[in-house]
């Protein structure tokens, strides 16, 4: 409890968070006591949190993120925000999707909490440009919006995205389609341009 006190009201988590405490078995007890006392939430098999309370509206759902974050901790993969949820996250759409689609390249799951989903979906590498990162995002709000709006991609992510990470953009170019290239180079072009302005 003390290590779910540490992470803060919001966090998620699976028992390998908790493997260098105590063995398996006592993990997965320890958390079954904590869930039956109302510590702790069950969000689905091998996954919990420590809840955020409203006053008024109770327990909160975890954010997208964070299940996301937590799911891909206990395969030590990686995951990457993708489709609609990745156009949101970037401001180039203001609605909310109900289902938030990651990549990554550990294995698929679905995580159905109440209306929300959370959907981790297998991809090769060449589909997951610098996943878990900012200059990530922007390659797949790219995908999903596609070349008809790579100017407005291009516009956010030059505003919006550190030095560094339009750097990794350009570096990473060469992996992503060919029509999204000259877009991810001219977001690259703006860090250096910055650093010569």
């Known amino acids: 409890m003390r290590r779910a006190r540490a992470g803060g009201r919001g966090c998620v988590f699976t028992p ?9 078995a006592a993990v997965d007890q320890a958390l079954s ?24 509206l109770g327990q909160l759902s975890p954010a997208s993120d964070d299940v996301a974050r937590a799911l891909a901790r206990e395969t030590g993969s990686k995951a990457q925000i993708a489709g ?8 180039l759409s203001t609605q909310v999707p109900a289902k938030s689609l990651y990549l990554t390249d ?73 029509w999204m290239r000259p877009t991810l180079i001219s977001i690259g072009n703006t860090a250096s341009n910055a650093a010569n302005g």
């Open 16 to 24: 390998s968070d908790f493997l260098d405490v105590a063995g398996r």
């Open 33 to 56: 006591r904590l869930v039956k006392s109302g510590k702790l939430r069950r969000l689905a098999r091998g996954l919990y949190d420590y809840p955020k309370v409203h006053p008024k």
């Open 84 to 91: 609609a949820h990745a156009a949101n996250a970037l401001g």
């Open 106 to 178: 550990g294995p698929s799951r679905r995580i159905v909490m109440g209306k929300r989903v959370v959907d981790l979906r297998h991809a090769s590498p060449k589909h997951l440009i610098a996943p878990g990162s900012p200059a990530g995002t922007v390659v797949q709000a790219l995908r999903h919006v596609g070349p008809v709006r790579a100017a407005d991609v291009a516009q956010l992510a030059a505003r919006r995205l550190s030095a560094g990470d339009k750097r990794l953009l350009a570096s990473n170019a060469v992996q992503a389609p060919a």
